[in-house]
RNA sequence: GCGCCUGUAGCUCAGUCGGAUAGAGCGUCAGUCUCCGAAGCUGAAGGUCGGGGGUUCGAAUCUCCCCGGGCGCACCA
């Protein structure tokens, strides 16, 4: 990328300096780190580096740093100026012109790189109960984990996408007696869940197990004939993996629709029958990791930073969810991945500490567990927020899916860093206004594709009724893109034109900078924080430049500029797994 | 009380892990379609970066103390 490129000058320049004893009293051995950035004000320059951070190692104001260094740099078509500690860079037309070109001959793998150098991920994200329909949460962990695994993928990860099914537990007997209830409803029976707020917590009243209730009936007739108020045993573990299945079921369907994709389903219940619930107890035994208190078995967490031990199993013998989570984990590393990523809810951050003390105590780098502690979704309905869990007006992922669309929806669930809570505006994402990003954005490529269908198709003046030829043949487009004279766009005398499109074009420059931070920082609404500068400066680039016009030889470098553009977006957009249209 | 996140323009948010005059979108106001999609573009107004100390050449960014908001502190999962 440029600024690594101009980055590497600077630096080669210095030490030449130096070497000269031209910087004081800098060595080379002092520990400085370089920065090129973007500077605020365009006519600074198109990169700036500042060397105010040499000043003190070579005692000289970073005015005349600036200076020094600068005679030092000898590049071709680059313009340097320095301004107090800042040496600011001006790239000349062959850098431009090799960047559109780049990206015509990378197309859809301009801007990946290979940051991640192949190590092994797995990235475990929604990782949902399977006693009910997603809520608006688990579609924010399922927008971004999916979008992050794109991501991580493209600059250069080995990505594994993993979801754990919590399908072990209280809650699995609790989803089967719901389903108990409504199926004896099924059956005409009067009976329904307790009035008590607190027995009623033990049930899932929602709907929803309403068609489960009557799939079961049909598939078992006679068992819901006997079926009392009573349950032995056997019939509620009938009952339960019934329900269970029949939501994760539909939790499969819903991701699938989400473009959301999984390489695993892992379930707790495979975990606990494959023994590795039990071997990882011992091995944390052997390690001398567990003591005995009030009848428990706990588990010397506070060793490694944890606030305070954790029970393992309880006094009544059987494990904690804890226990289990830690033998997944361990699972995980002995799979051989190199790094864990979870993204949890914010509402269990404190799960972290107590999970890299079991990563530690087993005798592994605690860091390869990294968690993106996800803050919470509020769903906005007309200017009010509205909690997201409060039972009563809890809005499934499904219903806000199906009244927004799989494309705004997961744009809006991205578009936010992870560390704030989500305000999820339904009116605003649903707006097919210029309010709405998602739209700006999808129409930015609509537009570039229409411009290419224009070029190679033959349209009618609506004022004079003349017919327009094509500029292009359709067999000849691809040609004249390819070998399009770039230089062309420089030698028009239009100051905004030339200026729109070099701003656009190291826009798209950039996007080899943002995808290498996004997947540094885990932060997929760069992407979306890029899409829309990008889809600016070209609405921009649009307006300041007309694209078809009679000269066949700009028409085609700018045809080349914008098959640039619509790359680009087309490959940020892919990442987000959001469409691309080509018109709207 | 302890822990994590958070407080930046009227609103929603960026701010590249200490650097140039703190940015963007929306909203407001003023312009802009005889021509490739006006779902667009141009311009203007708008901020003592929650408050106060400290660190240094330099702080929205680091540190400490207050104030406000969210989430969590189980032998539930």
């Known amino acids: 990328m440029l600024k690594q490129y101009i980055t590497d000058i600077a630096y080669q320049a210095i030490k030449e300096a130096v070497k000269n004893n031209r910087l004081g009293e800098m060595t080379l ?263 005995e208190k009030d009848g428990a078995l706990w588990f010397k967490s506070s060793l490694f930073g944890d606030d305070q031990d954790r029970v393992l199993k309880k006094t009544d013998g059987s494990n904690t969810y804890l226990t289990a989570d830690i033998a997944y984990h361990h699972d995980k590393i002995q799979r051989g991945f190199d790094k864990l990523i979870n993204i949890w809810g914010a509402d269990h951050h404190g799960y972290v500490a107590r999970m890299k003390a079991s990563i530690e105590a087993l005798g592994d780098n605690p860091d390869k567990l990294e968690v993106l502690l996800g803050q919470l979704v509020n769903i906005v309905l007309n200017g009010e927020a509205m909690r997201m869990g409060k039972r009563k007006n809890m809005v499934t992922l499904d219903d806000l899916i199906d009244e927004v669309g799989v494309d705004a929806t997961r744009y809006w669930m991205i578009i936010r860093s992870i560390d704030t809570t989500l305000d999820f505006d339904i009116e605003l994402a649903k707006s097919k206004t210029d309010d709405n990003p998602v739209f700006y954005v999808q129409y930015a490529h609509a537009r570039a594709c229409s411009i290419f269908r224009n070029a190679k198709t033959e349209r009618v ?57 996004a997947a540094r920082n885990r932060a997929p609404y760069l992407i979306c924080k890029y899409l829309q500068e990008l889809a600016g400066c070209f609405h921009q680039f649009y307006t300041f430049s007309r694209v078809l016009t009679e000269d066949k030889n700009l028409t085609a470098a700018r045809l080349a500029l914008v098959k640039a553009v619509s790359t680009v977006i087309k490959t940020s957009l892919d990442l987000l797994a959001v469409d691309a249209p080509e018109r709207m």
């Open 461 to 517: 003046n609506v004022e004079t009724k003349e017919k327009i030829a094509p500029v292009f043949e359709e067999t000849e487009l691809d040609n004249a893109i390819m070998n399009a004279d770039l230089n062309l766009l420089w030698t028009v005398d239009d100051e905004k034109s030339s200026a729109s499109a070099k701003k656009l074009i190291l826009k798209l420059e950039e996007f080899n900078f943002i995808i290498y931070m």
């Open 29 to 291: 051995e002092q520990d400085f780190t370089l920065n090129t950035e973007t500077p605020k004000n365009e006519e600074f320059g198109d990169f700036a580096l500042n060397v105010s951070s040499l000043a003190r190692y070579a005692k000289m104001s970073p005015a005349a740093i600036a200076q020094t260094v600068s005679e030092y740099i000898n590049t071709d078509d680059i313009e340097i100026n320095t301004v107090a500690g800042f040496i600011n860079f001006k790239l000349g037309k062959s850098f431009l012109n090799t960047i559109i070109k780049d990206i015509l001959n990378l197309k859809s793998t301009y801007g990946s790189n290979d940051f991640g150098e192949g190590q092994k991920v797995i990235l475990e994200y929604v990782s949902a109960n399977p006693t009910g329909p997603f809520h608006i949460g688990h579609g924010r962990w399922a927008a971004m984990g999916s979008a992050l695994a794109n991501l991580l993928k493209f600059a250069g990860y080995d990505v594994y996408q993993e979801f754990y099914i919590n399908d072990a537990g209280n809650q699995i007997k609790n989803l089967g007696r719901s389903l108990h209830i409504r199926v004896l409803q099924e059956m005409g029976e009067k009976i329904d869940f307790p009035a008590d707020e607190t027995e009623r917590k033990s049930f899932y009243p929602g709907d929803y197990l309403i068609p489960a209730a009557k799939d079961f009936v049909k598939e078992n007739p006679e068992f819901s004939k006997s079926l009392t108020k009573e349950l032995n045993d056997e019939q509620l573990e009938k009952l339960s993996s019934f329900a269970k299945a029949k939501m994760l079921e539909a939790q499969k369907e819903l991701l699938k629709k989400f473009h959301t994709h999984f390489d695993n389903f892992y379930s707790e219940t495979d975990l606990h029958k494959s023994g590795k619930v039990e071997k990882c107890l011992q091995k944390l035994e052997e390690k001398g990791m567990l003591y």
